[in-house]
Structures are given as structure tokens and as C-alpha cells.
């Protein structure tokens, strides 16, 4: 059974693409399935493999309004791994979503129909706590989040945590989060290092031990098309991004 995963946090520039990209990638290198759904308008996940967006006779924006995901969905540069691509409609999505009857489950029913052909389906979600989230949350069996190691990281952190309860209150009660992600850290600086224990007090026992460093090369991947297992797989970031993929596997597993 697939099991779908939102990586989820409303403060925009976290990590959360980056994150999907990366621990996708490598998660498929290890031999699993994986799908990444991008339910983002600006569709960064999509680009950030190398897909043109304009060359696109459907995406998921067509999937959320009903159409069979199937015909969605396309390979990627990673062997093992696809997505549904995200386009800059899904704005359009957002407000159309509001006068359908079933608004917060057509995400989760579009995959329903697809989750048994995947191990994972990571769902890169929007900087936003709007309709798309709520699609997102609600078809997912759990969330991981990426915290950014800077001062204000835990701001906004009350609100994520109120909207998962929300979500699993009336819409999935089954709803957990899988982890929490410490992103962009600089070993330099006392403040990354007081902000993961910040964050660890208030997670307690769900912040991976894997911490993703601020590393140049995971930032120019994108703009190649590239996952960084491909674009520079010897660089810190991708190190990092490949032990959190063991890190998720071992726990998931367990
Ligand atoms: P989000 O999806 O939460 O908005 P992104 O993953 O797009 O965040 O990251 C925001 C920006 O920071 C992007 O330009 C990305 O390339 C860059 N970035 C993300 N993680 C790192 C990192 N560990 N080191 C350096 N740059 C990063
Ligand atoms: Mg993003």
C-alpha cells in the first residue's frame, strides 16, 4: 500500500521543495517507488527536474478538478521516480475548489486510484494554509516538516501544528507527523545550533538527526533540472540528503 506523505509548512523558502526533490530521488535510488505530487503554483518541484511547464497537455491541476491521474503523471530524471507536474492553474485551483461539493478530498481521491503502484507519493505543498493544504493533509497518512535554522523558525509553528489538528479532527483522523526536517544550518553560527535544540524541545524525539546544511550546490540544482544525486553527488548537500533518505527509510520502517 502507498503510503502519502505531505511535506508541509506555510512559511514560504523552509526547504520544502528542495526536500521533496531531493529525498524523493534518493529514497527511489534505494529502491522504492516514488511519485512526487506538486500541488504548488509555482511549481518549483516540476521545474526543478527539468520539466517545461508550457510543453504540458495536463497536470495536476486537471487531476485535483477530476481528471484520472494516470494521465498526469510523467517520468523524471530518476529511475523509479515520477510526478504529477504543478503549473502556475492550480491558483486558479485554490478558488474553484471552494464551490465544489467534496472541496477538501479531490486530492485524495485523484490518488487513490494510483497509491498502490507506489511505495511513497511525497506531495510537495504550497506556502499557504489554503484549500490546496487542506487537500494535501487530508490525503496524506502523515507530514514531514522542514524548519529553516534561523531565528524565527518556530514562528508560525502554532499555526502548523493547529491546522493538523483541524485536518485530523473532521477530515483524517489518521493523520501523523512522520518528522521534522532542520534545513539550511550553518555550523558557523551559535544561532543554528540553539535553534535545532529549540526546535527538538518542542518536537521532542521527532527531529531527524540528519540536519541538511546550507550548501550552494543544493540551490543551483534546480536551475539545472537536476536532483543534486545527479547534479553533484559528492557535494555536503547531497551527503546530507541521502542520509536523510536512510534515516527515513530505518524509522518508516521500523
Ligand atoms: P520552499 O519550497 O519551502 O519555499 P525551497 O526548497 O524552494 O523552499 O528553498 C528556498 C530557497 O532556498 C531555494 O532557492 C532553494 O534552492 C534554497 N535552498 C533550499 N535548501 C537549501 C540548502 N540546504 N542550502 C542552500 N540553499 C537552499
Ligand atoms: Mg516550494
Redesign the pocket.
Known sequence: MGKIISIF?Q?????????TINLSAYVASMGKKVLIADI?PQG?STSGLGIDKNELKCSMYDVIMGMAADKAIRNTVVENMDIIPGTVELAGAEIELTAKFNRENMLKDALYEIKDRYDYIFI?CP?SLGLLTINALTSSNSVII?IQCEFYALEGVGQLMNTIQLVKKSLNTNLEIQGVVM??FDGRTNLSIEVVEEVKKYFKGKVYTTI?????K??EA?SHGLPIMIYDKNSR?AEAYRELAQEFLEYDEE
Open positions: 509548512n512559511k514560504g523558502g523552509v526547504g520544502k521543495t528542495t526536500t504548488d518549483n510537495d506556502p522542514p534545513s539550511m541538511i546544511p546550507r550548501n550552494v543544493l540551490a534546480p548537500g
